[in-house]
């Protein structure tokens, strides 16, 4: 991290020279990893772990327990535009559009989808990198790779039916990860509806009968609340006889050893594989201002969307889940299933 902070300084006022050193050093960092690839060949997609969930749900925290497991190196949001020209060109991202832009692609399970399987195989092979994707090396001489993504939630299916990774789902309150993406940010995460409504096969399999109502949403926030519910439930469809392990950020951040070591016990990986200092370390995407201090009450903190939103926020919220009929979040902080496990292999 030192080292980091040193090139930062050193290159601060050249940016083109800043990047080519980032990337520079996170090739120096993979040598290891290509001299045993070169022997045993990369791990097979089948081995991967894919992380999955919408953004601000606390997967940039759970991606960085998993990675601290040996042998395990993180391939971190490889589906950001800034990450992957194919993926630009699959989504044909406008030249304008920011990479941060709420823009997800929907797909059904048995898509006859040649370039987007390509991708995932690609992605799912730990060859899309850049020294993002390596912002940590978790590991010189992987065996698997751990691919966390916020932009995958519509296609979950499509990547399962083709390559059967082992397949991490993580949800969070939806109050709590729109406040979050709507007042905790700078500016508010852009959305648009319109882009779920220009996907013809998503409205056909579930937007249909809420056409109106999302071409009546007329504030940033509103479409946040709506996106969340949308790709929420194609996620839950797509995964219902899918192998698959579903997880509440809710009661990972109440019993974070209970959770884990079921979670890992379901990846066939040591329950003990996470050390305690990682269990309790703040995610990097948690500022200052907001981590818990010493003596905070957890609850609290889970809570804190309910006097952050007003009453209109939270009923916006809570229509869009009742919409969509998403299970188990509704007024209360706490998920309404008692367990964090809902794997099937």
Same mark, same amino acid.
């Given at each position: 991290?030192?080292?980091?902070?040193?090139?930062?300084?050193?290159?601060?006022?050249?940016?083109?020279?800043?990047?080519?050193?980032?990337?520079?050093?996170?090739?120096?960092?993979?040598?290891?990893?290509?001299?045993?690839?070169?022997? #045993?060949?990369?791990?097979?997609?089948?081995?991967?772990?894919?992380?999955?969930?919408?953004?601000?749900?606390? #997967?940039?925290?759970?991606?960085?327990?998993?990675?601290?497991?040996?042998?395990?190196?993180?391939?971190?949001?490889?589906?950001?535009?800034?990450?992957?020209?194919?993926?630009?060109?699959?989504?044909?991202?406008?030249?304008?559009?920011?990479? $941060?832009?709420?823009?997800?692609?929907?797909?059904?399970?048995?898509?006859?989808?040649?370039?987007?399987?390509?991708?995932?195989?690609?992605?799912?092979?730990?060859?899309?990198?850049?020294?993002?994707?390596?912002?940590?090396?978790?590991?010189?001489?992987?065996?698997?790779?751990?691919?966390?993504?916020?932009?995958?939630?519509?296609?979950?299916?499509?990547?399962?039916?083709?390559?059967?990774?082992?397949?991490?789902?993580?949800?969070?309150?939806?109050?709590?990860?729109?406040?979050?993406?709507?007042?905790?940010?700078?500016?508010?995460?852009?959305?648009?509806?319109?882009?779920?409504?220009?996907?013809?096969?998503?409205?056909?399999?579930?937007?249909?009968?809420?056409?109106?109502?999302?071409?009546?949403?007329?504030?940033?926030?509103?479409?946040?609340?709506?996106?969340?519910?949308?790709?929420?439930?194609?996620?839950?469809?797509?995964?219902?006889?899918? $192998?698959?392990?579903?997880?509440?950020?809710?009661?990972? #951040?109440?019993?974070?050893?209970?959770?884990? $070591?079921?979670?890992?016990?379901?990846?066939?990986?040591?329950?003990?594989?996470?050390?305690?200092?990682?269990?309790?370390?703040?995610?990097?995407?948690?500022?200052?201002?907001?981590?818990?201090?010493?003596?905070?009450?957890?609850?609290?903190?889970?809570?804190?969307?309910?006097?952050?939103? #007003?009453?209109?926020?939270?009923?916006?919220?809570?229509?869009?889940?009742?919409?969509?009929?998403?299970?188990?979040?509704?007024?209360?902080?706490?998920?309404?299933?008692?367990?964090?496990?809902?794997?099937?292999?």
């Amino acid at each position: 991290m030192k080292l980091k902070r040193a090139i930062k300084r050193a290159t601060a006022n050249m940016p083109g020279v800043q990047e080519e050193v980032k990337q520079a050093w996170a090739d120096v960092r993979r040598l290891g990893e290509r001299a045993m690839f070169a022997v #045993s060949g990369p791990p097979a997609p089948t081995t991967a772990i894919l992380l999955a969930s919408s953004g601000r749900s606390g #997967s940039t925290w759970l991606g960085d327990m998993l990675a601290s497991a040996p042998g395990v190196q993180q391939i971190f949001e490889p589906l950001d535009p800034r990450n992957a020209e194919q993926y630009r060109r699959l989504m044909a991202w406008p030249p304008g559009l920011t990479p $941060s832009a709420f823009k997800r692609q929907y797909l059904r399970p048995d898509a006859a989808a040649t370039q987007w399987a390509d991708f995932w195989e690609e992605v799912l092979r730990g060859r899309v990198r850049t020294y993002l994707t390596d912002y940590s090396r978790t590991s010189f001489f992987p065996t698997r790779f751990l691919i966390k993504t916020i932009r995958a939630n519509m296609m979950l299916g499509f990547v399962a039916w083709n390559f059967e990774p082992d397949l991490v789902f993580l949800m969070r309150h939806p109050a709590a990860v729109v406040n979050s993406m709507f007042h905790r940010v700078r500016a508010p995460w852009p959305a648009d509806v319109q882009d779920l409504l220009a996907q013809e096969a998503l409205v056909e399999d579930y937007l249909r009968p809420w056409v109106g109502e999302l071409e009546r949403v007329s504030n940033a926030f509103e479409a946040l609340a709506a996106w969340w519910a949308v790709e929420n439930r194609v996620a839950l469809d797509q995964l219902q006889n899918t $192998s698959h392990y579903l997880i509440f950020y809710e009661w990972l #951040s109440l019993r974070p050893r209970q959770e884990m $070591s079921e979670l890992m016990r379901w990846l066939e990986m040591s329950k003990d594989a996470v050390p305690d200092g990682v269990l309790h370390r703040y995610s990097r995407m948690t500022s200052k201002r907001q981590r818990q201090r010493p003596g905070d009450d957890v609850m609290a903190r889970l809570g804190a969307w309910q006097r952050e939103l #007003s009453a209109e926020e939270q009923r916006i919220v809570q229509i869009w889940v009742e919409r969509m009929a998403i299970p188990w979040y509704g007024k209360g902080v706490l998920p309404s299933a008692s367990s964090g496990a809902r794997g099937v292999k």
